[in-house]
């Protein structure tokens, strides 16, 4: 079983990818963020090597303009070697990756032209994964797409518009349920009748059920049936609801302890499972701490190092709970110590904890700083204290100087975040 998490990496140095609009476009500005983007990718499946990440989507917004007729460049051929370079290091570390095209992405659709369109962009996300050279066990996502008032027909649709699409997008391609119109018994309805794996989705099945009765566990099992070797195992979406937010919307971390639930409920399965989440892999690391077995308590002490100011900032009382928590090293309390933060980052900060934060940060500066960055950061507090200036602007000077004297414990930690 391996964990992972979809397009984006939080905290990571030069992990971003840049985008432009049509109006800016030009070929030497097309060049300039492709380039960018692949090193950003690259420093991406590094983390993700570095902590032990097997499961990664690749953002669609890669190549910008990808499947449109307005990016002209052979990019394939330009970045060759980019993209062979990141191919070895996925395949070389047993990474699996895959991709998901957005909402426009409709197979279904009775507009012609919107159709063709999709047809263009599934051949695009194709040519992104052929050219890391993986297999076909390297999948691309889709949605079923819209109803437009006859699901029957709609369905037809699809398996009509399916037959089109030639055989390195039907290798790689894999449907999933939505959450308004696609239950997961429609999904496998058409899977088994086109011979396309279904990829089940829990939050969308919660939202959009098809029988109450039955239990995740289960449809994953009918999911695996439609899933074949050369496909890899079995994927699966997992996320949890934002309660303050419309329902669909992903929580902004997996609360651990509901995972767990999940995770037992499913244990043994041979199954990979991509978290859809705002912390991206904040998340992704702690699932894959909290069910790893043998592990000593070195790797909650590393994490520790990352989380200890933000959880400080948050909640002192929660910041010593998980001091005295890690002082027995023969332990691995990995579900209480994710358990201590979480509960910590609900907590309300105030001007008192986030001064006294910012104080056990300066600690590193103070005998390094020069006398204007001293006067500088002082200033700054008293100005905190009396309303005239924000804690990021504390936090942007004390990052400044993190940089400057390369103090590479606080260039990991979250607190800058």
Known sequence: MSIGYACLTIGVPDANLKSCTAKSLTEEKLLEIISYNLKSLKNIIEYNIKNNIKLFRISSDLIPFGSSHLNQLSWWNIFSQEFGEIGRKIMDNDIRVSMHPGQYTVLNSPNDDVVKRAIEDLNYHVKVLDNFGVGENHKIILHIGGVYNDKEQAIKRFADNYKRLNDQVKERLVIENDDKSYNINDVLKIGNGLNIPVVFDNLHNEINCYDREKSDSYWISECNKTWKEKDGRQKIHYSQQDPLKKAGSHSNTIKINKFIEFYESVKGKDIDIMLEVKDKNFSA???????????????????????????????????????????DKTQYPAVKFYNYIEDAMEEEITIGNSINTALHVWGYFKNLADDKEKMSFLKSIEDYKNGKVSIKLIKNKLFKMAVKYNESYLLNSYYFL
């Open 285 to 327: 690391v702690k699932c894959i701490n909290s069910i790893a077995e043998n592990t000593k308590i070195k790797k909650l002490e590393e994490e520790w190092g990352r989380y200890k100011y933000k959880v400080l900032e948050n909640s002192p009382s929660n910041y010593l709970e998980i001091r005295k928590l890690l002082k």
